[in-house]
């Protein structure tokens, strides 16, 4: 028997025109409810959102020493293995951590080989972050080059007053800071291409 929040049954209606109005009324209504139902957003999408935003991050971490590029993209990676339509891949997933956590690591080792090798402090490390980040946000020309060069310079003179010895040491500070940036951004395009890859996969699924 149809019925509606007022209590109103069908048959109390006596008049045909009323009966059939209030079933109109009725089904008007259930489409409603079910279009409204229709339009909510999906889990699977949101979670692509998210991993979308990680993946992103992880490509600026790769660049800016703010966050930790390969790491950030990897979590993108893990979220979309939490939608319906990708099935988790252990092995997958604990490859990529892997690769993820030793490029972090190396991202320490490299700038300290190349500081040591040229007798280098962590004065040079320290400018030449610093001169990167200023090197991006520069309107001058090849900034992003010359900032982390002139940044660990300054960080070395203001260690060592020798400038030529702390122009040797700049260098080296220089050197190790590009290869460990170089090699993040390779890693986190490589996520980038692994996660845009997992997605057309299922094209068809999830759209």
């Known amino acids: ?118 007798g280098g402090s962590k004065y040079g490390v320290i400018g030449t972050s610093i001169g990167f980040i200023l090197g991006v946000i520069s309107p001058v020309p090849f900034s992003i080059i010359i900032g982390p060069f002139l940044g660990a310079f300054i960080g070395e003179y203001l260690n060592n007053t020798n400038s030529r010895g702390a122009l040797k040491a700049a260098f080296g500070s220089f050197i190790g800071f590009l290869t460990s940036t170089f090699l993040k951004i390779i890693v986190a395009f490589i996520y980038f291409g692994l996660f845009i890859h997992k997605l057309w996969e299922v094209k068809d699924t999830l759209f």
Do not use: C
């Open 1 to 118: 028997m149809l019925s509606f929040q007022h209590n109103i049954k069908l048959s109390t209606l006596k008049n045909p025109l009323l009966k059939s109005k209030f079933l109109f009324f009725v089904k008007e209504r259930n489409e409603i409810v079910r279009e409204s139902s229709n339009k909510k957003i999906p889990m699977d999408l949101i979670l692509i959102l998210i991993a979308t935003l990680f993946v992103l991050l992880g490509l600026i971490g790769s660049v800016l020493p703010i966050l930790p590029g390969p790491i950030t993209s990897w979590i993108g990676l893990l979220i979309i293995h939490f939608t319906e339509a990708i099935p988790f891949n252990w092995i997958f997933l604990i490859f990529t951590l892997f690769v993820a956590i030793f490029i972090w690591f190396l991202d320490y080792i490299f700038p300290a080989i190349g500081t040591k090798h040229f």
